[in-house]
């Protein structure tokens, strides 16, 4: 059976996990001598970044300085009481999960509301 290793100059074996010497990292040397940059971010910290970010949004006539989040909030709102469906897809499912933890006072009626809604839209409550 043939070995596929071979005799480097040097007289050591070359082969499968065995590169030459001359080639290989000298002792305190990196594999990676930059490193990762200063100031680089992942993307759970840009977007955590750009959702704090301030932006002026027109409430009841006004304008009014709220986090990027907070205005995607308003956003979603809004178009859920103009009728938007999407965005009643997206609101009543949060609406149910708030009246699990008690967080928002709800109804018997209202729970009972809610979870007609997803059924009619397929969607599970996360329970």
């Known amino acids: ?56 949004i027109t409430i009841n006539g006004k304008p009014v300085k709220v986090s990027m989040l907070e205005a995607q909030f308003e956003k979603i709102f809004s178009d859920s009481l103009h009728g938007k469906p999407s965005a009643q897809k997206i609101i009543m499912p949060l609406l149910l999960d708030l009246a699990d933890a008690e967080a928002i006072p709800s109804a018997e009626e209202d729970r009972w509301i809610l979870e007609r809604f997803l059924e009619r839209n397929a969607r599970k409550p996360s329970s």
Not at 18 to 28: A, D, L, S
Request: charged letters at 25%.
């Open 1 to 56: 059976m043939p070995s596929n290793t071979k005799k480097a100059k040097s007289g050591s074996e070359v082969g499968y996990k065995k590169p030459p010497r001359n080639t290989q990292f000298q002792p305190g040397q990196s594999g990676n001598p930059r490193g990762r940059p200063k100031g680089s971010v992942n993307a759970k910290t840009l977007l955590a970044k750009l959702l704090r970010k301030p932006v002026i």
